[in-house]
């Protein structure tokens, strides 16, 4: 096996070990999310409850996988290569302990000032909704501190090849959930009263996603001591990767922000609907898209320390083809069938036909993006890894602006729809944007024999659409055995076409996949 090969199995590898453990995570999320369909379905309640969990994720994507993670990784691995073990071990505690006391103060900034945070994020909200928010933010903002350190601990264990676990830990915030809400529905029938009980579930997972990656960082060789250096190189170069990053990330959350405001004005029930749509795109947008884009930034950064482009472009050209493989099919899988998906998941107790309806529209319409969310999260970190977070803060300014305006122009026919549907087109514009300046910028970088893939997996694709299409409209399901029947089939379909299509056409890397899910399957 030459070494190419070897680097292609090895990064498959870790981004199949990643999507396992992330197939679980987000398995136990698409159950936690029926349960909240099922007993709040898109009422105030879960309006609130969805307002009162988005304000500190705001703040997560600063300090959790997002700028500090980009920047901190690289040092990181290079410190591991050019020192030593200790030395790199002493600069992620470093890091580790000035983060704790900057999530620590914006905990307890974030508690003080949530009234007012509320007053000007959701403007549009109805009294009782923001009222409840008020009191259920008050509860959930200590997640911010927990679920920034499980980052930071998740980045250091990638760097050492610790992937299952790391992967997996995002599944204990919603074991916490889930449990939260059949424990309250025992002590409580009142649906205002429960949705507490569902704000504190939130902080014990939170708490369990945490602790449980302590364990492995002991096992590599981590004892903790408290202790804070400023002004060591090591650090000085983190503040200067991280401040662009964050200002980058702060400029999305911006944009974010116009999102929740804009929405806070639309129909009740449309912030649950683009909640529930958005996280079951995340469904396979987690499993593949955010596994690959964690999985492929420890090897780009070691590319680049070893200046080593061969490696990297063909690594780059396989995530982009797994992206595309993946993501395109699934597409057509969900615009064909998202309403029998839905009714199957979510349409019982509270939530009725018309919620459906409106999670089917935001679904359809985030998934239009989802092959450009998913690429966007392996071509981003090539910047990261080259040690540039300048030019996604130039290309995140821009998008906002695209985004804000397209959102403004298309809430007005489709409402909710409309927020989602700018958000896939920003994604798209996005990658395009990163993909030229990407070959402009670093010429020894070639992506080779992409379109040719591309039409073949279109045409993959279309046919997948067809079938799952003509097959939904023509076979009515009453029973849930038969809705169930009835889903099971789509998705036969799905990977039939998928895996037939893939031989037939000779799609490149397809001995690779095929090869990997054989020994899955075959291996005793």
Same mark, same amino acid.
């Given at each position: 096996?030459?070494?190419?090969?070897?680097?292609?199995?090895?990064?498959?590898?870790?981004?199949?070990?990643?999507?396992?453990?992330?197939?679980?995570?987000?398995?136990?999320?698409?159950?936690?999310?029926?349960?909240?369909?099922?007993?709040?379905?898109?009422?105030?309640?879960?309006?609130?409850?969805?307002?009162?969990?988005?304000?500190?994720?705001?703040?997560?994507?600063?300090?959790?996988?997002?700028?500090?993670?980009?920047?901190?990784?690289?040092?990181?691995?290079?410190?591991?290569?050019?020192?030593?073990?200790?030395?790199?071990?002493?600069?992620?505690?470093?890091?580790?302990?000035?983060?704790?006391?900057?999530?620590?103060?914006?905990?307890?900034?974030?508690?003080?000032?949530?009234?007012?945070?509320?007053?000007?994020?959701?403007?549009?909200?109805?009294?009782?909704?923001?009222?409840?928010?008020?009191?259920? $933010?008050? *509860?959930?903002? %200590?997640? +911010?501190?927990? =679920? /920034?350190?499980?980052?930071?601990?998740?980045?250091? @264990? !990638? &760097?050492?090849?610790?992937?299952?676990?790391?992967?997996?830990?995002?599944?204990?915030?919603?074991?916490?959930?889930?449990?939260?809400?059949?424990?309250?529905?025992?002590?409580?029938?009142?649906?205002?009263?429960?949705?507490?009980?569902?704000?504190?579930?939130?902080?014990?997972?939170?708490?369990?996603? $945490?602790? *449980?990656?302590? %364990?492995? +960082?002991?096992? =590599? /060789?981590?004892?903790?001591?408290?202790?804070?250096? @400023? !002004? &060591?190189?090591?650090?000085?170069?983190?503040?200067?990767?991280?401040?662009?990053?964050?200002?980058?990330?702060?400029?999305?959350?911006?944009?974010?922000?116009?999102?929740?405001?804009?929405?806070?004005?639309?129909?009740?029930?449309?912030?649950?609907?683009?909640?529930?749509?958005?996280?079951?795109?995340?469904?396979?947008?987690?499993?593949?898209?955010?596994?690959?884009?964690?999985?492929?930034?420890?090897?780009?950064?070691?590319?680049?320390?070893?200046?080593?482009?061969?490696?990297?472009?063909?690594?780059?050209?396989?995530?982009?083809?797994?992206?595309?493989?993946?993501?395109?099919?699934?597409?057509?899988?969900?615009?064909?069938?998202?309403?029998?998906?839905?009714?199957?998941?979510?349409?019982?107790?509270?939530?009725?036909?018309?919620?459906?309806?409106?999670?089917?529209?935001?679904?359809?319409?985030?998934?239009?993006?989802?092959?450009?969310?998913?690429?966007?999260?392996?071509?981003?970190?090539?910047?990261?890894?080259?040690?540039?977070?300048?030019?996604?803060?130039?290309?995140?300014?821009?998008?906002?602006?695209?985004?804000?305006?397209?959102?403004?122009?298309?809430?007005?026919?489709?409402?909710?729809?409309?927020?989602?549907?700018?958000?896939?087109?920003?994604?798209?514009?996005?990658?395009?944007?990163?993909?030229?300046?990407?070959?402009?910028?670093?010429?020894?970088?070639?992506?080779?024999?992409?379109?040719?893939?591309?039409?073949?997996?279109?045409?993959?694709?279309?046919?997948?659409?067809?079938?799952?299409?003509?097959?939904?409209?023509?076979?009515?399901?009453?029973?849930?055995?038969?809705?169930?029947?009835?889903?099971?089939?789509?998705?036969?379909?799905?990977?039939?076409?998928?895996?037939?299509?893939?031989?037939?056409?000779?799609?490149?890397?397809?001995?690779?996949?095929?090869?990997?899910?054989?020994?899955?399957?075959?291996?005793?």
């Amino acid at each position: 096996m030459n070494t190419l090969q070897s680097s292609q199995k090895k990064l498959f590898k870790n981004t199949g070990i990643m999507s396992i453990a992330v197939f679980f995570s987000r398995i136990l999320g698409l159950v936690r999310d029926q349960v909240m369909a099922a007993y709040f379905g898109t009422s105030y309640v879960n309006d609130a409850f969805s307002v009162a969990f988005n304000i500190p994720n705001l703040l997560r994507r600063l300090f959790g996988e997002g700028a500090l993670s980009a920047s901190f990784i690289p040092i990181y691995n290079e410190l591991g290569f050019k020192r030593n073990r200790r030395y790199q071990m002493l600069f992620a505690l470093n890091v580790l302990n000035i983060l704790t006391v900057i999530l620590g103060l914006l905990t307890i900034l974030g508690i003080l000032f949530t009234p007012l945070i509320i007053k000007y994020v959701y403007p549009g909200l109805a009294p009782e909704t923001a009222q409840l928010a008020v009191k259920l $933010t008050y *509860i959930m903002f %200590p997640y +911010l501190f927990f =679920i /920034g350190l499980s980052s930071t601990f998740i980045a250091i @264990l !990638n &760097s050492h090849n610790y992937f299952f676990v790391t992967g997996l830990s995002s599944a204990l915030l919603n074991v916490g959930w889930i449990v939260s809400i059949i424990i309250g529905s025992w002590c409580t029938g009142n649906t205002e009263e429960l949705i507490y009980f569902t704000a504190w579930g939130t902080i014990f997972g939170g708490f369990l996603q $945490t602790a *449980i990656n302590i %364990p492995l +960082l002991k096992k =590599i /060789g981590y004892n903790f001591k408290i202790f804070i250096k @400023l !002004n &060591s190189l090591a650090m000085k170069t983190l503040w200067k990767r991280f401040i662009p990053g964050m200002l980058g990330l702060g400029i999305r959350e911006i944009n974010l922000l116009m999102d929740a405001f804009i929405a806070s004005f639309l129909p009740i029930g449309s912030i649950a609907a683009l909640g529930f749509g958005n996280r079951l795109m995340q469904l396979p947008l987690g499993i593949f898209g955010i596994a690959a884009g964690t999985a492929v930034l420890p090897a780009f950064s070691k590319a680049f320390i070893n200046k080593d482009f061969e490696e990297l472009s063909n690594s780059l050209r396989f995530s982009i083809l797994f992206m595309i493989y993946i993501m395109i099919p699934v597409t057509a899988l969900i615009i064909g069938g998202s309403k029998d998906i839905i009714i199957l998941l979510f349409q019982r107790g509270i939530f009725d036909a018309h919620a459906t309806n409106m999670t089917v529209i935001a679904l359809t319409c985030y998934s239009i993006g989802l092959v450009f969310f998913g690429l966007n999260q392996t071509i981003t970190p090539v910047f990261y890894a080259a040690k540039d977070t300048k030019t996604p803060v130039l290309i995140a300014a821009v998008m906002v602006v695209l985004n804000i305006t397209l959102n403004i122009i298309l809430m007005i026919p489709l409402k909710h729809g409309g927020l989602a549907l700018a958000t896939s087109i920003t994604a798209m514009v996005q990658f395009f944007v990163m993909l030229r300046l990407l070959k402009k910028r670093y010429k020894d970088i070639k992506i080779t024999k992409i379109i040719f893939n591309l039409i073949k997996i279109l045409i993959i694709s279309v046919i997948i659409y067809l079938l799952v299409s003509c097959f939904s409209h023509n076979f009515i399901a009453q029973s849930f055995i038969l809705k169930l029947f009835k889903v099971i089939i789509l998705v036969a379909i799905w990977l039939f076409v998928f895996a037939i299509g893939g031989f037939s056409l000779k799609l490149d890397y397809w001995n690779i996949f095929s090869e990997r899910l054989c020994r899955k399957f075959l291996k005793k």
